[in-house]
């Protein structure tokens, strides 16, 4: 099988790089770098079966040799992370909405199977307990900037699935949930590495609002191996699946038990979200999905747990990272 993977020098992109290589795949992937590295692949540059285009997706002449030479796309070039959404909504939702207009008129005319990646933003700031892929969306209003990722995203779903119903093509739809493990930087707003960066440091955890907003983290290979396997089931083509981790831990109770694996010193920093991100910003206060519809389409279940998640990450920033 031949794989394009648009953002593969991404975090999850490249650990997908990874997992296709491994079952055999060929892979193809297209990164601008603008938050990809090469780092993250610079371990697959001399495997024959990898190759790789510096260029952004909404080149269409790179794009339409690269999806014509391909026989599956999966699609993970996005703006990524809240922090860079609220300083950059222009690029933001451009990137997410033409990006994935390209991908999927490209794979209509080659009839390209493709692979949406979507995100748990989707359901806004529902309080259901845990989201189910037919639950109603609680959104803000557009003038509060954080909202534009959750629509730009949706936007992508809504093409997808009209894509599906008006062209036939094949496209599977996957809401992944707060993602963590190697590779991923704090950079971009993302808890986990900026928690364990800060423990590393012997810097204040800055933990924002009260600490009580609940998330539950995925190991990034539960993740991958989901995406790959949802990519070979029929029966998953123009579907929407949860996928994630579900359960649940408060913010505060992360940076305890960060401080507590990395025998840091570090104190804990209360940040008011008007001050991490800006005026007026609202967090979601829970956010667990339901992982039944994985779970029968692919026997999905995530296997490792938070603890098990906090060491490889702290493991890999003692070893890669500068800290
Ligand atoms: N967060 C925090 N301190 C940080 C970064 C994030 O308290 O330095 C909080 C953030 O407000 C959110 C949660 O941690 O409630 C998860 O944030 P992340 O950006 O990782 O993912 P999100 O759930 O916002 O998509």
Same mark, same amino acid.
């Given at each position: ?10 975090? =999850?992109?490249?650990? +997908? !790089? ?11 992937? #297209?990164?601008? $770098? ?26 269409e002449t790179v794009m339409d040799r690269l999806v014509s030479e391909c026989d599956v796309i999966y699609h993970l070039a996005a703006a990524v992370g809240v922090e860079l959404i609220v300083k950059s909504p222009v690029e933001t939702i451009q990137r997410n909405i033409l990006g994935t207009d390209v991908v999927l008129r490209l794979a209509a005319r080659y009839l390209r199977r493709v692979l949406i990646t979507s995100t748990s933003e989707i359901y806004g700031k ?28 949706? =936007?992508?779903?809504? +093409? !997808? ?11 599977? #739809?996957?809401? $992944? ?120 389409? =692919? ?25």
């Open positions: 099988m031949k794989a394009l993977i648009t953002g593969g020098a991404g975090f =999850i992109g490249s650990h +997908l !790089a990874d997992k296709l290589l491994s079952q055999g795949d060929e892979v193809y992937v #297209i990164d601008d $770098l603008s938050t990809g590295r090469l780092e993250n692949v610079a371990h697959l540059r001399q495997n024959s079966r990898f190759h790789l285009a510096v260029e952004s997706i909404l080149n529902s309080e259901a307990v845990p989201f189910r892929e037919e639950d109603d969306r609680v959104l803000g209003p557009t003038t509060k900037g954080r909202w534009s990722y959750s629509d730009s995203k949706a =936007i992508d779903e809504f +093409l !997808a699935l009209a894509f599906y119903k008006e062209k036939n093509l094949q496209t599977i #739809i996957v809401r $992944l949930f707060n993602t963590v493990g190697p590779r991923q930087t704090g950079r971009y707003g993302m808890v986990i590495p900026r928690f364990v960066e800060q423990a590393l440091k012997s810097q204040p955890l800055t933990v924002y609002g009260d600490g009580r907003q609940i998330r539950c983290f995925t190991y990034v290979e539960d993740v991958v191996q989901a995406i790959a396997k949802l990519m070979k089931t029929d029966a998953a083509v123009g579907e929407v699946f949860n996928i994630g981790n579900d359960q649940g831990i408060s913010i505060e109770e992360l940076a305890q038990k960060i401080i507590s694996f990395t025998e840091s010193s570090s104190v804990i920093e209360r940040i008011p979200y008007d001050q991490a991100y800006e005026q007026g910003f609202e967090d979601m206060k829970i956010r667990v999905p339901d992982l039944g519809k994985a779970k029968q389409a =692919i026997s999905y279940r995530p296997r490792f747990q938070l603890d098990d998640i906090l060491k490889r990450v702290i493991e890999h920033f003692r070893e890669n990272e500068a800290v």
